[in-house]
């Protein structure tokens, strides 16, 4: 049955005839007698007696009306349901970001979108770009924020719509005992670090630092491997290494045993947040973007 039709017998049963229905829904009265007319069919028997004051029910019809209650109720609950996720006064939102974005950038950014849409539900799950963008693709998470070092293709398919949020600068990380330690904003030489040992990172992190260092000149002798930011600074205050740290890593936790120096010729990796085409359209996952765009364009403090 046509789920209009029984919200006007419905209104019909609830004002006692069809000319008081119309006026109630803003309709002509043959309107609305012509939908009870079809409704009728369907059900294959007579659903009101027309009287002369107004109409009077069969038992079909208070049968029916139950049922019309019901789906009213129904429909009125969707379109609550509905208007509070449009509103953000409901609904959630899922979030994957690589582990120094998630330490510095992406909390920010939740902490933003909760002041802004309190009744907002908003999770986090760490992962590394491959990995979020895998969720992505499986429909794990809604938005997936990642990176690409400088010359790499950027993350995602054209089945996914990637958004630039800025870039993140790689820094050189020394103890703070070595002789280039001293603070300064000059840029250090890759090659005054060609004799040191390494520590490096994820495997793509690894795989950057050393086209970085062939660039100059150079094979890294990498010892240490980790992907945990705070045992990679661990092994360099401890003298045991130098490396190669992004900016967001430091701003999440930074040893005090280390110095920082920029680096020459190292480009910042660029950071995007991903997520799949027309979902932008969806009113949480707009907001989780542009609280995203907002903090990393440091309009939020980390």
């Known amino acids: 049955m046509d789920v209009q039709r029984l919200l006007i017998f419905r209104e019909i049963a609830r004002t006692?005839?069809?000319?008081?229905?119309?006026?109630?829904?803003?309709w002509t009265q043959p309107a609305v007698s012509q939908h009870l007319r079809h409704l009728e069919r369907q059900a294959g028997t007579p659903l009101v007696l027309r009287r002369p004051r107004g109409v009077q029910l069969t038992e079909a019809g208070r049968a029916l009306l139950r049922h019309a209650d019901a789906i009213a109720t129904r429909v009125e609950a969707?379109?609550?349901?509905?208007d509070a996720l449009v509103q953000l006064r409901a609904g959630t939102v899922r979030l994957a970001a690589f582990p120094s974005a998630g330490a510095t950038l992406v909390p920010a950014a939740m902490s933003l979108l909760a002041r802004r849409h309190p009744g907002l539900d908003v999770r986090l799950r760490e992962a590394e770009p491959p990995q979020a963008l895998g969720l992505l693709a499986a429909g794990d998470v809604d938005v997936a924020v990642t990176f690409a070092h400088a010359g790499e293709e950027p993350p995602g398919t054209g089945e996914l719509a990637r958004v630039p949020i800025g870039g993140d600068p790689l820094r050189l990380v020394l103890p703070s005992s070595h002789p280039s330690a001293h603070p300064s904003d000059t840029p250090l030489d890759l090659?005054?670090?060609?004799?040191?040992?390494w520590v490096g990172g994820c495997e793509r992190c690894t795989a950057h630092l050393r086209q970085a260092c062939e660039a100059a000149g150079f094979a890294p002798d990498i010892r240490h491997g980790t992907d945990d930011y705070v045992l990679t600074q661990a092994l360099i205050?401890?003298?045991l290494a130098v490396g190669l740290l992004p900016q967001l890593a430091l701003d999440a936790a930074r040893d005090p045993g280390v110095a920082v120096r920029p680096?020459?010729?190292?480009?910042?990796?660029?950071?995007?947040?991903?997520?799949?085409?027309?979902?932008?359209?969806i009113p949480a996952v707009r907001s989780a973007l542009r609280a995203l765009q907002d903090t990393a364009a440091g309009r939020v403090p980390f």
Do not use: M
């Not at 969707?78 to 509905?82: E, Q, R, V």
């Open 78 to 82: 969707a379109t609550a349901d509905l």
């Open 16 to 26: 006692g005839s069809i000319a008081s229905a119309a006026r109630s829904l803003g």
């Open 237 to 239: 205050a401890r003298g």
């Open 191 to 197: 090659r005054a670090l060609a004799h040191e040992k």
């Open 263 to 281: 680096a020459t010729g190292i480009r910042p990796r660029a950071l995007y947040v991903l997520h799949h085409r027309e979902a932008d359209q």
